[in-house]
């Protein structure tokens, strides 16, 4: 199994980026995105079940979207009027509870003022 991301890049303040996450080899009941700053603990983006169900970081929702397309086995990311504050690298999740649990490598998302 392997998580491939893609869609990070470098923004400015406003800006949007659609974060891809392609799952090779499976479908998860759960996937998810989390985010990481240097020195600081990896924290919830969002996260989607496969019936549709979605959970957001509480100061991220209404400017972050999660979807998932499970024909083509890929979880996407749509983040709108993107914040410097924004700034970390992105990493997918899966899981198949209880015990399957997967990380994608991570992708730099880079927001300028």
């Known amino acids: 199994v392997k998580l491939v991301e893609s869609g990070g890049g470098s923004v400015q303040a406003g800006d949007s980026l659609r974060l891809s996450c392609a799952a090779v080899?499976?479908?998860?009941?759960?996937m998810g995105w989390y985010r990481q700053v240097p020195g600081k603990s990896r924290e919830l983006v969002a996260t989607?079940?496969?019936?549709?169900?979605?959970n957001y970081a509480p100061s991220l929702k209404g400017r972050f979207t999660i979807s998932r397309d499970d024909g083509k086995r890929t979880m996407f990311l749509q983040m709108n009027n993107l914040e410097p504050e924004d700034t970390a690298v992105y990493y997918c999740?899966?899981?198949?509870?209880?015990?399957?649990?997967?990380w994608g490598q991570g992708i730099p998302v880079t927001v300028s003022s």
């Open positions: 989607i079940t496969d019936s549709g169900d979605t």
């Open positions: 999740h899966a899981e198949e509870p209880p015990y399957a649990s997967f």
């Open positions: 080899g499976s479908t998860f009941t759960i």
